[in-house]
């Protein structure tokens, strides 16, 4: 069944392409096509176009199919395009010439484009729900192993004290900013299109107020053009939002690799959590871990894929927006499994004693002892000079025990500060 079929027959060679895999994508939008047609069935019937009789009538259909998507009995078979058909089959083989009305007023592109936006708004708010989980996770470790030594790196070259309570509290703080962007996104797509139709609107009566109550949208994207042109530009900005939350996580994902290698050795992990060699009996390899880097760079990808696809289109709909669901959608499941994986797993951290005694570290603490010199009087360039001057004939010798006072510094992490920042 197709939507638009005039009785006319269709090349399948032609149809297999333009159809591609949309009914296996369209199954995870199913249950949204079903609360927007809802919506849409009691807007007619306040209008006049559909009696109270019919709208009870619909409204038990799609409850019959609701039904069947929450149990997974839901099927979109090949003879249909698409979810839209196949609800609207199913509730006309069901209620006959009622079931032919549910497509009144409105068009398969504001259909589809309704069930996209309520789908992001939910999907959007799981991850950051996720992200909330792992954070507190992490604030968790920091306070736990706040007075745990890390040794700090610029230029991968040994630099600076720091701790692993700094490490794990900064990857909590620069989530903040990716909810940040994830709440931007959420904004985007919680206005209503429903009743732009083909994109220029309906000559019917419609009250596009009462569906986005019904829908519990925050408000309308009132220009029908607009709500449009929302398709592509609403998928580039939340793939921008993936791929700041996921450009986090490759980063602490590189880190968790890195660490544990044996040049490094500052963390390990049960050997449950590990992989070994098919040839190296010794190898407890951080394949979770490297998986969760190469996952989130694919995600930080999908911004140009949405831009290069949507690029430079005019006003109005075109079927290069069909391509945009697949990936979308692939991220979004993807993402909230590298969230849950990742707090599963970093909570299983072994973190090591460093042993700051080792030669390679000998220099670890200059910069605090050129700060103690210049606590005492002396300028910083005489100070710097003279530790430097030490570190070059030899004589140096560190000193370990000064702390680092300030608000954010290893010694005063500010854990509730950060916590207080996440937004609600």
Same mark, same amino acid.
């Given at each position: 069944? =197709?939507?638009?079929?005039?009785?006319?027959?269709?090349?399948?060679?032609?149809?297999?392409?333009?159809?591609?895999?949309?009914?296996?994508?369209?199954?995870?939008?199913?249950?949204?096509?079903?609360?927007?047609?809802?919506?849409? +069935?009691?807007?007619?019937?306040?209008?006049?176009?559909?009696?109270?009789?019919?709208?009870?009538?619909?409204?038990?259909?799609?409850?019959?199919?609701?039904?069947?998507?929450?149990?997974?009995?839901?099927?979109?078979?090949?003879?249909?395009?698409?979810?839209?058909? =196949?609800?609207?089959?199913?509730?006309?083989?069901?209620?006959?010439?009622?079931?032919?009305?549910?497509?009144? +007023? %409105?068009?398969?592109?504001?259909?589809?484009?309704? &069930?996209?936006?309520?789908?992001?708004?939910?999907?959007?708010? &799981?991850?950051?729900?996720?992200?909330?989980?792992?954070?507190?996770?992490?604030?968790?470790?920091?306070?736990?192993?706040?007075?745990?030594?890390?040794? /700090?790196?610029?230029?991968?070259?040994?630099?600076?004290?720091?701790?692993?309570?700094?490490? !794990?509290?900064?990857?909590?703080?620069?989530?903040?900013?990716?909810?940040?962007?994830?709440?931007?996104?959420?904004?985007?797509?919680?206005?209503?299109?429903?009743?732009? +139709?083909?994109?220029?609107?309906?000559?019917?009566?419609?009250? %596009?107020?009462?569906?986005? =109550?019904?829908?519990?949208?925050?408000?309308?994207?009132?220009?029908?053009? &607009?709500?449009?042109?929302?398709?592509?530009?609403?998928? %580039?900005?939340? $793939?921008?939002?993936?791929?700041?939350?996921?450009?986090?996580?490759?980063?602490?994902?590189?880190?968790?690799?890195?660490?544990?290698?044996?040049?490094?050795?500052?963390?390990?992990?049960?050997?449950?959590?590990?992989? /070994?060699?098919?040839?190296?009996?010794?190898?407890?390899?951080?394949?979770?871990?490297?998986l969760i880097r190469g996952?989130?760079?694919?995600?930080?990808?999908?911004?140009?894929?949405?831009?290069?696809?949507?690029?430079?289109?005019?006003? /109005?709909?075109?079927?290069? !927006?069909?391509?945009?669901?697949?990936?979308?959608?692939?991220?979004?499941? @993807?993402?909230?499994?590298?969230?849950?994986?990742?707090?599963?797993?970093?909570?299983?951290?072994?973190?090591?004693?460093?042993?700051?005694? @080792?030669?390679?570290?000998?220099?670890?603490?200059?910069?605090?002892?050129?700060?103690?010199?210049?606590?005492?009087?002396?300028?910083?360039?005489? $100070?710097?000079? =003279?530790?430097?001057?030490?570190?070059?004939?030899?004589?140096?010798?560190?000193?370990?025990s000064k702390k680092h006072?300030?608000?954010?510094?290893?010694?005063?992490?500010?854990?509730?500060?950060? %916590?207080?920042?996440?937004?609600?």
């Amino acid at each position: 069944m =197709k939507l638009w079929d005039k009785g006319i027959s269709i090349d399948k060679k032609i149809e297999q392409f333009t159809v591609g895999n949309d009914r296996e994508i369209d199954s995870h939008i199913a249950k949204y096509d079903i609360m927007a047609s809802k919506a849409h +069935a009691k807007m007619l019937q306040k209008i006049g176009v559909i009696s109270v009789e019919e709208l009870v009538e619909l409204l038990g259909g799609l409850k019959k199919l609701e039904e069947q998507i929450a149990n997974g009995t839901f099927v979109i078979e090949d003879q249909f395009e698409d979810v839209h058909s =196949k609800i609207e089959f199913e509730l006309t083989k069901s209620l006959g010439e009622v079931g032919k009305k549910i497509h009144t +007023a %409105r068009s398969r592109n504001d259909q589809v484009l309704v &069930a996209l936006h309520l789908y992001y708004k939910d999907q959007l708010e &799981a991850i950051q729900a996720k992200t909330k989980t792992l954070f507190d996770t992490l604030l968790g470790l920091a306070e736990k192993y706040k007075n745990n030594v890390l040794p /700090g790196y610029t230029h991968l070259q040994v630099a600076m004290p720091s701790s692993f309570g700094l490490w !794990f509290s900064a990857y909590a703080e620069l989530m903040i900013d990716d909810v940040y962007l994830l709440q931007a996104a959420s904004k985007t797509v919680d206005q209503n299109p429903l009743g732009s +139709a083909a994109g220029y609107g309906s000559s019917f009566p419609i009250d %596009r107020e009462m569906t986005t =109550k019904e829908l519990k949208f925050s408000t309308l994207k009132y220009n029908v053009v &607009a709500a449009q042109m929302a398709r592509g530009k609403n998928e %580039r900005t939340i $793939a921008a939002a993936l791929g700041g939350l996921s450009n986090t996580l490759a980063r602490f994902a590189m880190d968790v690799c890195l660490y544990m290698s044996q040049n490094f050795g500052f963390i390990s992990f049960p050997d449950a959590l590990t992989t /070994g060699s098919s040839i190296m009996p010794h190898k407890k390899n951080p394949d979770v871990f490297e998986l969760i880097r190469g996952k989130c760079n694919k995600i930080q990808a999908l911004q140009s894929e949405m831009i290069l696809i949507t690029n430079n289109l005019p006003s /109005g709909y075109h079927r290069d !927006f069909q391509l945009l669901k697949e990936n979308m959608i692939a991220a979004f499941e @993807d993402l909230k499994a590298i969230l849950d994986i990742f707090d599963y797993a970093i909570q299983q951290i072994e973190v090591k004693n460093v042993d700051l005694n @080792d030669s390679k570290y000998h220099y670890l603490f200059t910069v605090d002892n050129i700060n103690t010199l210049v606590e005492d009087g002396m300028s910083f360039r005489e $100070a710097y000079q =003279k530790i430097g001057g030490q570190v070059q004939d030899g004589t140096y010798k560190p000193d370990t025990s000064k702390k680092h006072t300030h608000l954010g510094s290893m010694h005063n992490l500010g854990l509730e500060k950060i %916590r207080a920042k996440f937004p609600e």
